[in-house]
C-alpha cells in the first residue's frame, strides 16, 4: 500500500451524498442484491437512480467490468465514410462502484490488447477515460473464487481511482489517482480522519478475506508455473475427460473479465448507408475460426476447449508477461457441465512430474 | 473523430478494372481514395459495401500505390461478392497490417518461392520487388503448380519472368490432358532435385494449407530447416490489428505477426496445419 495516498472515513450516508455528486457528471452503476435461481444472491450493476443505493457485498458483482469498457455489440464504423465518422466524438463519464480487486486486474489484460499498439481501440479508449472506478475490498468469497491462486488478492492494490474498505458504519475510502484526490477535496466535508483502529480493522478484514480464500482453494496447490505445464501437456488425454460436459455454450468466455474476442460484421447503417458492428465471439464456437471453404484451424472441440487455457495461460505470458485470468471464478459459477478450470489444472498436474 | 484514427472504418475505393485469371479468379484493380503505402506481403481487409470482410495480400508491386491489385479466388461469402463487382464499384480498404515478407533475410540468398493455385498471388507481389532489384539476390527459383493449366494464374507473364537473368521458373499441374507439354503432378514434384545450394536458400511458401504442410515436409526433407522457411498461413481474420482473437497460431497472431510466418516460430504448437 502506498501511505502517500489520501485516505478518509466516509459513512454510509455521506457515500450516497458523493455518488449524488459524481451522479451530476454522467451515469452512476452500483451493484444491487437479486435472488438467483438458487435462491443465493447475486449483485448486478444497475444504473443508480431514485430509491437504488449501493449495496456493499463483500462479494465480486455478477457482470464482468468489460462490459462498461465495451458492450456485447456496438457500431464501430459508418461508410461510405461520412463527414464526421462519430457523432459522439467523447463518450460519456460513467463512474463504477463497487468494483472487487479480480475485475479491477483485468483492465490489465484489456489495456495490453486493446491500448498498447499503433491500432488503439478508440472506442476502448473512451471507455477507459471517461470512466471512475471505485473499487471495495471484499469480505465474503464463494467457493467458486480464487484469487489467490491466480496470485491475486482479495482487495485491490492499484489502478482503482477510489477504494472502499468496509468498516462499522461506514467505508474507509482510499484515493488512487489525481482524479480521485481531486474529488476527495472537492467534497472534504463528507470525510472525516481515519482512526487508528478502522486502520487494523481493515487490515484485520484484509488478511481474514485472504485467508478464506486460500482455505477454499487449499485442494487447489496449482502448478506456480502453469505455462510450462500447458507447454508439456498440451497434447495430452486429459483434456478429453475434461471437454466430456462442455456443451459450447461460451458462458466461461463471455462472463470472463478478461476474454475480449470479437467479429466485426457489417449491415445497413442509419445515419450513413452501411454500418460495421464489433459483437463478441468466443472462441469455443465451431464458426469462430471457420474460413471460406469449410477449414479450421481447431476443428474438434477439444481443441475449441483447450485454447482457453493456452491462451490464458501460456500464450499471454509469453506475449505480455502476465496471465489473462484473475481468478474471479465466474467460468466455474456459470458453467453447466460443472467444469472448473482448478480442477482441470490439478489433474494436469498429477500427471506431470517436475513442474513446480 | 476521423475515419483515419479508427482501426475498424474503411477507406473508400474503386474497382478499375476486373480481370479473369481463370474460371474461378479474379484480379480486381482498385484505386484508392488515399493512396495506401505497403510492404510485400502486407495485407488489407477489403470490403464489399454492406456485405463484409475478407483479407487479402495485393498482387501488384507496392511501388505501384495509387492502383492495387487483388487476385482473388471465388469461394466463400465475400470472396463470391467481390466476383460479382464491376467496373465502377465500390469497395472499403482497410490496412495495410502484418509485417510483411522479409526481403532483408532474402538479400544475398538463393531464393525459393514456391507458390499454390491461387498462392501466386501474395507472392507476385513479392515477385516484383525481387525482379526490381535482382542483382541483390543470388537466384530466385520459383515453383508454381497447380491443379489444371486452366486454374494457372498470371500466364501471360510467365515466358516474361522466366527470362530475367538469375530468374528459374518451373510450372506444374496436378493433372491435365494431352494437350499440356508441361510437368504433371502436385508441387512437391518439382522440388525433387532442385539446383540450389541449400544452405544458403531461404524458402517462400504461399498455397493452401494443405500444399503448406506437404511443401514444408518436402523442404525439411530435402535439407531446409525450419528457420529457412517462410510460410503464408491461412486463418480465418476479422480485425486485423491482433485484438479480434481467432488467426493465432500459438502465441503468435498471423494479421500482427504474419501473415508469414517463420516455420521455426510456430511449428511446436498446435494445428499449425489444421484442416
Redesign the interface.
Known amino acids: 500500500m502506498n501511505s502517500d495516498r489520501k485516505i478518509a472515513f466516509l459513512s454510509d450516508d455521506n457515500f450516497e451524498k458523493l455518488l449524488d455528486v459524481l451522479g451530476r457528471k454522467g451515469d452512476v452503476y452500483i451493484p444491487q442484491a437479486f435472488e438467483n435461481r438458487t435462491g443465493g444472491l447475486d449483485y448486478p450493476y444497475e444504473r443508480r437512480s431514485e430509491g437504488k443505493t449501493f449495496v456493499y457485498a463483500g462479494y465480486r458483482p455478477s457482470q464482468p467490468l468489460k462490459t462498461f469498457m465495451f458492450s456485447g455489440r456496438m457500431k464501430v464504423a459508418e461508410y461510405p465514410a461520412p463527414e464526421s465518422a462519430r457523432s459522439e466524438s467523447s463518450e460519456k463519464f460513467q463512474v463504477i462502484a463497487g468494483v472487487a480487486a479480480c475485475d479491477l486486474i483485468s483492465l490489465k489484460s484489456l489495456d495490453a490488447v486493446f491500448l498498447q499498439d499503433e491500432f488503439t481501440d478508440i472506442f476502448y479508449k473512451d471507455k477507459r477515460d471517461n470512466t471512475v472506478l471505485i473499487t471495495a475490498d471484499c469480505s465474503e468469497p464463494r467457493e467458486t473464487c480464487f484469487c489467490t491462486l491466480a496470485g491475486n488478492a482479495p482487495y485491490p492494490k492499484n489502478g482503482f481511482d477510489l477504494n472502499l474498505s468496509r468498516i462499522a458504519s461506514g467505508f474507509i475510502i482510499e484515493a488512487g489517482s489525481g482524479r480521485a484526490e481531486e474529488i476527495m477535496n472537492q467534497n472534504a466535508q463528507l470525510f472525516s480522519p481515519v482512526k487508528m483502529e478502522q486502520l487494523s480493522a481493515r487490515d484485520n478484514n484484509r488478511a481474514e478475506t485472504t485467508r478464506k480464500v486460500e482455505e477454499i482453494n487449499k485442494d487447489y496447490g496449482l502448478s506456480k508455473n502453469r505455462h510450462k505445464l500447458l507447454e508439456i501437456q498440451r497434447e495430452c488425454d486429459e483434456w478429453y475427460s475434461h471437454v466430456r460436459t462442455c456443451i459450447e455454450c461460451g458462458a466461461c468466455l463471455f462472463s470472463c473479465p478478461t476474454c475480449h474476442c470479437f467479429l466485426l460484421y457489417d449491415q445497413e447503417g442509419d445515419s450513413a448507408e452501411f454500418q460495421r458492428v464489433k459483437e463478441w465471439d468466443a472462441c469455443v464456437y465451431a464458426g469462430y475460426s471457420k474460413m471460406a471453404g469449410g477449414g479450421s484451424p481447431r476443428f474438434g472441440l477439444m481443441e475449441r476447449f483447450r485454447h482457453r487455457y493456452l491462451h490464458k495461460f501460456e500464450y499471454y505470458p509469453k506475449n505480455f508477461g502476465f496471465e489473462a485470468c484473475t481468478g474471479c471464478g465466474r467460468c466455474v459459477e456459470g458453467c453447466m457441465g460443472n467444469i472448473d478450470m482448478r480442477k482441470v489444472f490439478k489433474a494436469l498436474d498429477q500427471i506431470t512430474v517436475g513442474v513446480r | 473523430?476521423?475515419?483515419s484514427?479508427?482501426?475498424?472504418?474503411?477507406?473508400?475505393g474503386i474497382v478499375e478494372q476486373v480481370i479473369v485469371e481463370t474460371p474461378t479468379i479474379k484480379t480486381l484493380m482498385v484505386r484508392p481514395d488515399t493512396q495506401i503505402p505497403f510492404r510485400a506481403g502486407q495485407f488489407m481487409q477489403l470490403?464489399v459495401?454492406?456485405?463484409?470482410?475478407?483479407p487479402f495480400t495485393p498482387s501488384s508491386s507496392p511501388n505501384r500505390v495509387e492502383l492495387l491489385d487483388f487476385t482473388i479466388l471465388d469461394?466463400?461469402?465475400?470472396?463470391h461478392k467481390l466476383h460479382n463487382l464491376n467496373k465502377g464499384d465500390?469497395v472499403?480498404l482497410r490496412g495495410p497490417f502484418g509485417k510483411g515478407y522479409p526481403v532483408d533475410k532474402l538479400k544475398g540468398k538463393e531464393v525459393l518461392v514456391v507458390g499454390g493455385g491461387v498462392g501466386l498471388a501474395p507472392l507476385r507481389s513479392l515477385l516484383y520487388v525481387l525482379f526490381d532489384e535482382i542483382a541483390q539476390f543470388k537466384r530466385v527459383s520459383i515453383k508454381y503448380g497447380a491443379r489444371s493449366p486452366q486454374d494457372l494464374v498470371y500466364k501471360n507473364s510467365f515466358e516474361k519472368w522466366s527470362s530475367i537473368d538469375n530468374v528459374d521458373f518451373t510450372v506444374t499441374v496436378d493433372g491435365a490432358g494431352p494437350e499440356w507439354k508441361g510437368n504433371t503432378g502436385v508441387v512437391t514434384t518439382i522440388l525433387d532435385n532442385i539446383d540450389i545450394k541449400i544452405s544458403d536458400s531461404i524458402a517462400v511458401v504461399c498455397g493452401p494449407?494443405i500444399m503448406l504442410k506437404f511443401v514444408t515436409l518436402k523442404l525439411i526433407d530435402i535439407g531446409y530447416k525450419a528457420e529457412q522457411i517462410y510460410l503464408s498461413m491461412?486463418?480465418?481474420m476479422?480485425?486485423?490489428?491482433?485484438?479480434?482473437?481467432?488467426?493465432?497460431?500459438?502465441?503468435y497472431y498471423l494479421c500482427?505477426d504474419g501473415p508469414d510466418m517463420n516455420y521455426a516460430l510456430i511449428k511446436d504448437y498446435?494445428?499449425v496445419f489444421?484442416?
Not at chain 2, 5 to 12: E, M, S
Not at chain 2, 238 to 251: E, V
Open positions: 473523430m476521423s475515419n484514427q479508427n482501426p475498424y472504418a474503411p477507406l473508400n470490403t459495401p454492406g456485405v463484409g470482410e475478407a469461394t466463400g461469402t465475400v470472396t465500390r472499403g494449407e491461412n486463418r480465418r476479422s480485425c486485423g490489428t491482433g485484438k479480434c482473437g481467432r488467426c493465432n497460431i500459438g502465441p500482427k498446435p494445428n489444421g484442416m
